[in-house]
């Protein structure tokens, strides 16, 4: 609506706080939904929602192997301190 409307007005902002009005949501909400539908047809940059997605499940994938390792780390050091403390025989 915004996209075929914009020509009609004298800018981006007019036209956006005139719709708004229209639709029943706030100037920066429909300002926002904007720039992601210009990210999404490419008229922008920035990351579609499908690859803000893929990127959310590849963190989440990181972030258990990094945990384990974490956890590994600590249990050597905790075993190579034993070692170290334990009494010659």
Not at 14 to 36: H, Y
Request: charged residues 35%; hydrophobic residues 35%.
């Amino acid at each position: 609506m915004v996209f075929d409307q914009e020509r009609e007005y004298s800018s981006k902002w007019a036209c956006i706080e005139s719709i708004a009005g229209k639709v029943g949501c706030s100037s920066q909400t429909l300002k926002s939904w904007v720039a992601k539908a210009e990210v999404e047809l490419g008229r922008r940059q920035g990351l579609t929602q499908s690859e803000q997605d893929r990127l959310k499940a590849l963190e989440r994938e990181n972030k258990e192997p990094r945990r384990a390792n974490e956890i590994l780390c600590k249990v050597s050091a905790y075993f190579a301190q034993a070692e170290l403390d334990r009494r010659p025989k």
